[in-house]
C-alpha cells in the first residue's frame, strides 16, 4: 500500500496568496484528518471527515481555512489569504472505522 | 479533554538501555494508542491497548494500562539510536469517533 499521500511537500509563498494542500488517503479508508504542527502549539486537529462528510470542524482557526472532500480518494486543505502565522507543517491522516490513524509526511508551508 | 499527557517531557539513554515512558489522561478510556514521530516526519501508529487490557507487547515495545490510575506506561526495551523520536499517548475516548487529541509528547534520544 502506497500510504498517506500529501502534496505538495514543501510550499514557500508569499502573504495574501492562497495555498492548497492535497491529500489521498490509504484506499478503503473512510475517515480522513487535517492536523498542524507547530513548536508553540504542538499538533492540533483542524477538520475531520468520516464518508466525504465533515464531522467536526471546530479545529479550523478561522474563516480563510476551507477544507473539502469531493469523493473518497481525495481531500484539499485551502488558506486564502495566507498570513505567515500559518506557518507550519501540515498532516493528513486516514484511518477505517478503528481509531488508528495512518498519517501522511506532511506539507511543510512557509508565508513570508 | 482526551488529551493524554506524557511525563517526562525529555528522556535521554545510551543504545542497549531501556526506555520508559508515561502518560496520564483524565476522562474515561476506550482505548490508548502511542504514536511515534521521527524528525520532520510524519506520525506513526505503534500500539493500541484497550480498556479493558493491561499490558500489551509488539515487538520490543510493552505497553500497560492502569484504568484504576489512568495512566498507561510505554517501554522500548534494548533500546535503539533509530528509537531516537518523540512518542505520543492519545486518549481514544469514544465520544468523538475518530478524534484524537495529543500532546506534547515524550522526547526520547538515544545515544549510540
Known amino acids: 500500500d502506497a500510504g498517506v499521500i500529501q502534496s505538495p511537500r514543501h510550499e514557500v509563498t508569499e502573504m495574501g496568496q492562497e495555498v492548497t494542500l492535497r491529500c489521498k488517503p490509504i484506499s478503503g479508508h473512510n475517515s480522513l484528518f487535517w492536523y498542524r504542527q507547530t513548536m508553540m502549539r504542538g499538533l492540533e486537529l483542524l477538520i475531520y471527515f468520516n464518508n466525504n462528510v465533515p464531522i467536526d470542524d471546530s479545529g479550523m482557526p478561522e474563516d480563510r481555512f476551507s477544507a473539502k472532500m469531493p469523493n473518497a480518494s481525495f481531500s484539499t486543505l485551502k488558506i486564502q489569504p495566507s498570513e505567515p502565522r500559518d506557518s507550519a507543517v501540515y498532516f493528513c491522516a486516514s484511518s477505517l472505522d478503528t481509531y488508528e490513524q495512518y498519517f501522511g509526511p506532511g506539507t511543510r508551508l512557509t508565508v513570508t | 479533554s482526551q488529551q493524554g499527557e506524557e511525563d517526562p517531557q525529555a528522556l535521554s539513554i545510551q543504545e542497549g538501555e531501556n526506555a520508559t515512558m508515561n502518560c496520564s489522561y483524565k476522562t474515561s478510556i476506550n482505548n490508548l494508542q502511542w504514536y511515534r514521530q521521527n524528525s520532520g516526519r510524519g506520525l506513526v501508529h505503534l500500539i493500541l491497548?484497550?480498556?479493558?487490557?493491561r499490558e500489551k507487547h509488539s515487538g520490543r515495545l510493552r505497553v500497560t494500562l492502569d484504568t484504576s490510575k489512568k495512566s498507561s506506561s510505554l517501554l522500548i526495551t534494548a533500546s535503539r539510536a533509530a528509537d531516537t523520536a518523540s512518542y505520543f499517548c492519545?486518549?481514544?475516548?469514544?465520544?468523538?469517533?475518530?478524534?484524537?487529541?495529543f500532546g506534547q509528547g515524550t522526547i526520547l534520544t538515544v545515544h549510540p
Open positions: 491497548i484497550r480498556s479493558n487490557e
Open positions: 492519545v486518549n481514544a475516548g469514544g465520544t468523538s469517533y475518530g478524534k484524537l487529541t
